[in-house]
């Protein structure tokens, strides 16, 4: 095998020198691939395969996302359930396959048979109820048992929730109310819970809110919160130590809290959320940074209207703590002067949904680099697909919005971030998915579906 690899790469180097020595300069090289491909031995770094390809089943083939080295992600099974981290090279060896959606949980891994367990056993983003129709699973006791409602099964006025199986009376409850179940909550609201709103909002049961970009999204005596779980929504100033709200907009100039229409007034400036910088004061960006959460000593990193810092890093520029800005002679990179400065790191523009983005982008969850809280923000994609949100597909690269969903009848359809409703289609609202991290993102999600918290949806592939 050693003298084969060595054959084959004198051959390759020969061609090259016969090349070189034909056009009487380097720009003659070619690195063209022969009929059928490079062979290798079966490797994963044959030691033969052109530059940018990898060895998979005897064959060299493209590098999967450009990585020719093996990743960490890509051979970490922890749980040892024969399920990576970062899945498996597919049939062709041009992208990985069924991730683990949990590498500490043996019982958790696609494919794996469903359980009365209170887990999504088989990621596919739903709490599997494998039960026998008229009861429910007790997950503590891992059995089935009878209880719960039914369709019909409620006196009137109640109505059946199906997420959380009680009976309730159907949009009782408006805007900021109490609620246990979503089915309470007047059209265009749900009930959110600790899970969406923080344990500093609500501790038992939930509040009926709705999703929001900035606080004008709300009712004049709302405020617009960035929970720090993954989307904002919604909540009554006076609930969050908001009293008194004005109408100055996020990033203009105030002196008191009582004058912004978010009832945060710091560093002389109105601080409110936002989704993107049109919905900013002259002279201020939507860029992520550190919000007043729920309390007054508690801070969210978030996307919000500031001052960009002077000589402020621009899109798809290096940002805050590259490597090797020191090297380039340019010090410590400043933050991004707009939207979020992610992980690789670079500079991602803000986003409500993937139409904010070019043609070989997609608005989608960024993590800010050095913060655990996201972000929507542009994320580069090598094609975009072409399919609408609300449509149906296959698996996330056939959509606009990269998403592909599963609904609970079994049908898959293209999802978006988004930041209200109004960015979804109109059969379509703009609700929390569990995302199976305790975080609730924010997706366009068919009614079926958003009618109640507790029936989580997740993307086809990870």
Known sequence: ?????????ALVVLLGMVLLLASGGCEAIITADPPGGWSCDGNFDGGICPQGQRCFNSKCI????????????ETTDKDGDGYFLCGHPNDTGTALIEADCDDTDPDRHPNAPLQCNGKDNNCDGIVDDPCPRGETC??????????GCTPGSCSPPQVCDLGTRICVVKESAKLGDKCRATAECTTGTFCADANQLGSAVVQADGICSKPCCWSSDCPTDFVCLAAGTGGNYCVRGGAIARPSLGTTSGGDICQQNAQCRSGICSDGRCQDTCCRSDQCASGTKCRAMAVRGATTSQTNWALACGVPVDNAAVEG????????CGLLGLGSCPPCGEGVCDTNPACRKPCRNSNDCGANAICDNVTPRQQSQVSAACVAVDKKGGIQTGDGCVVDGDCVGGHCFLDSTGKKYCSDICGTDADCPKNMACRPYDSGNSRYYLRCIRPA????????????SP
């Not at 095998?1 to 790469?9: E, G, H, Q, T």
């Not at 493209?62 to 992600?73: L, M, Q």
């Not at 007790?138 to 209880?147: D, I, L, R, W």
């Open 1 to 9: 095998m050693a003298f084969r690899r060595f054959l084959v790469s």
């Open 449 to 460: 579906i958003a009618s109640a918290v507790s029936t989580p949806v997740t993307p086809i």
């Open 138 to 147: 007790a997950p503590e006791k891992k059995a089935c048992q009878p209880g």
């Open 62 to 73: 493209p590098c999967i996302n450009g990585n020719c080295t093996v990743s960490e992600c």
């Open 317 to 324: 520029g290096r940002c805050e703590a590259s490597a090797g």
